[in-house]
């Protein structure tokens, strides 16, 4: 007879993923999983399969709660002053303390290595791909830029989002809002 779940998969999850979140994939073990989830390892194994299908339904929970920052970029009608945004609020998304802990995607493929699971690496570049693709979209609002212009304004932008997401685990606020200033002067 199977055993009850005496847990919330969704809560537990989301315990993960900040613990993930907070320290990186690779410093994170299971002990630590175990102690933060607040079940034990066969639970853990019952349920996610291992530290990898732990960590993909944490990317999935963390892909939920950003998607609130997206869906309000994809509605808007505001163009580059949208994304503009959306690199604010995703700095307030971020924040712990006064630091922020940066981006879980980012985090994780700035510490992986070459031989990585394949589809963790599969995961963050899909994501990070559906993030530059919205901003391609919003770019589209922009009515003087050319296709070979907004593909490659996405890059740009994709990969300064990047930069802002490790930045905002270092730097203070002043700092950051010149980064973002910056980035937006460019465009």
Same mark, same amino acid.
């Given at each position: 007879?199977?055993? +009850?779940?005496?847990?919330?998969?969704?809560?537990?999850? #989301?315990?993960?993923? *900040?613990? /993930?979140?907070? *320290?990186?994939?690779?410093?994170?073990?299971?002990?630590?999983?175990?102690?933060?989830?607040?079940?034990?390892?066969? =639970?853990?194994?019952?349920?996610?399969?291992?530290?990898?299908?732990?960590? %993909?339904?944490?990317?999935? !929970?963390?892909?939920?709660?950003?998607?609130?920052?997206?869906?309000?970029? #994809?509605?808007?009608?505001?163009? @580059?002053?949208?994304?503009?945004?959306? /690199?604010?609020?995703?700095?307030?998304?971020?924040?712990?303390?006064?630091?922020?802990?940066? !981006?879980?995607? +980012?985090?994780?493929? &700035?510490?992986?290595?070459?031989?990585?699971?394949?589809?963790?690496?599969?995961?963050?570049?899909?994501? +990070?791909? @559906?993030?530059?693709?919205? /901003?391609?979209?919003?770019?589209?609002?922009?009515?003087?830029? &050319?296709?070979? %212009? %907004?593909?490659?304004?996405?890059?740009?932008?994709? @990969?300064?989002?990047?930069?802002?997401?490790?930045?905002?685990?270092?730097?203070? =606020?002043?700092?950051?809002?010149?980064?973002?200033? *910056?980035?937006?002067? &460019?465009?």
């Amino acid at each position: 007879m199977p055993r +009850t779940k005496n847990y919330n998969e969704t809560e537990v999850i #989301e315990k993960a993923m *900040n613990l /993930f979140w907070r *320290n990186g994939y690779e410093t994170t073990s299971m002990q630590m999983l175990e102690k933060e989830m607040g079940i034990n390892k066969f =639970s853990i194994y019952a349920s996610f399969g291992n530290k990898n299908g732990v960590f %993909l339904e944490s990317i999935k !929970c963390y892909k939920q709660k950003l998607n609130k920052l997206i869906a309000k970029l #994809e509605q808007s009608t505001k163009g @580059v002053k949208a994304i503009k945004t959306y /690199f604010y609020d995703f700095i307030e998304f971020s924040k712990e303390t006064e630091y922020g802990k940066g !981006c879980l995607i +980012t985090n994780t493929a &700035n510490e992986l290595s070459p031989d990585a699971d394949e589809k963790i690496k599969e995961v963050l570049s899909s994501f +990070t791909n @559906v993030v530059r693709n919205v /901003f391609v979209n919003t770019l589209k609002q922009e009515k003087h830029l &050319n296709q070979t %212009l %907004l593909e490659e304004q996405a890059d740009y932008l994709i @990969v300064a989002m990047f930069g802002l997401s490790s930045a905002s685990r270092v730097f203070n =606020s002043t700092q950051l809002e010149n980064y973002i200033e *910056n980035i937006f002067n &460019n465009i």
